[in-house]
């Protein structure tokens, strides 16, 4: 009888960078935990008070306003960019120089830093010299992010449509590419038309990138900070306050670290929780296809 021997040698090579990656992720994780059940007075002062912040933040008004904030935030936004950008990678050319102008066009975007995003359509959309302010105002209609609430809301959903769009075009155009070209023949030779090639060829090989794309827009979107923050403060009011901007205000701004600890780990988990049941709703309805 000949048992198969395995050479696990290489997990050596690897076990630095595994050390290095839980010794820098482990320890502020615990210490988030050991804030999160104590009231810290000061550095030697500290009494610990168990779930007590747990409770305080689950039952929190204005922290129940953000979270509801935040998830409709977060829909719309996949409900946007996702079919906005498989349109836009299907309307791309696929070769020349006119396929090289595109890919360089949409990561545009992507190359500029989120704070920059903020101050860049903070005056675009300026309602006295930004260029999209100034023009809704002229057409007649009274445009103000600085001081309507809808206005602001959805001029955060804007920009991010504008910065993170291409990033779900590049994934579904590169999927696009790595459809064989027998498939295209065969459709040819069998005459379907555009939307039975879109739905029984393309959708289906897409749905892998596409899995990659809802997961990395949904904990972008749902951690989102410096882009509203720069742009609307939160504001008007508290209409673009979203849950990162709340854990913020109140670990520095009001410097309540077992709440904004307990907070923290409850954001995680939802993060977490959210884009696990994301993928085995996603790879659950591809299995039983």
């Known amino acids: 009888m000949n048992l198969k021997v395995h050479d696990n040698k290489a997990w050596f090579l690897v076990l630095p960078v595994l050390l290095l990656v839980a010794f820098s992720a482990i320890i502020p994780l615990m210490t988030v935990v050991n804030y999160s059940v104590q009231d810290i007075f000061d550095i030697n002062n500290a009494v610990f008070v168990g779930a007590e912040w747990y409770r305080d933040i ?4 204005r922290l129940q306003d953000s979270l509801l904030r935040q998830f409709v935030f977060s829909g719309a936004v996949l409900l946007i960019q996702i079919p906005l950008g498989i349109l836009v990678a299907l309307m791309m050319p696929t070769k020349g120089r006119m396929a090289s102008l595109c890919l ?3 990561a545009i975007p992507l190359l500029i830093p989120w704070n920059v995003v903020g101050t860049i359509w903070q005056i675009f959309g300026r309602a006295d010299i930004g ?8 057409v007649g209609f009274e445009y103000n992010y600085a001081s309507n609430p809808t206005h602001a809301w959805f001029t955060v959903l804007l920009m991010d449509v504008w910065h993170w769009t291409s990033l779900i075009a590049l994934l579904c155009y590169s999927g696009l590419r790595a459809i064989p070209n027998a498939y295209y023949q065969a459709a040819k030779i069998d005459q379907a038309s ?5 739905r029984y060829i393309q959708l289906p090989k897409l749905k892998s990138v596409l899995v990659i794309g809802v997961l990395l827009r949904f904990m972008d979107s749902f951690m989102i900070y410096a882009e509203p923050f720069v742009l609307t403060g939160g504001g008007p009011g508290s209409s673009t306050t979203f849950l990162s901007q709340t854990l913020v205000q109140m670990a520095i701004g009001q410097f309540d670290l077992g709440p904004a600890a307990a907070f923290s780990l409850i954001y995680f988990l939802i993060v977490l929780l959210v884009s696990w049941l994301f993928f085995k709703t996603i790879t659950h309805l591809d299995s039983k296809k």
């Open 58 to 61: 689950l039952s929190n008004p």
């Open 104 to 106: 360089v066009t949409l």
């Open 131 to 138: 260029l999209m302010g100034s023009f809704l105002n002229s």
């Open 194 to 198: 555009a939307w039975a090639v879109f």
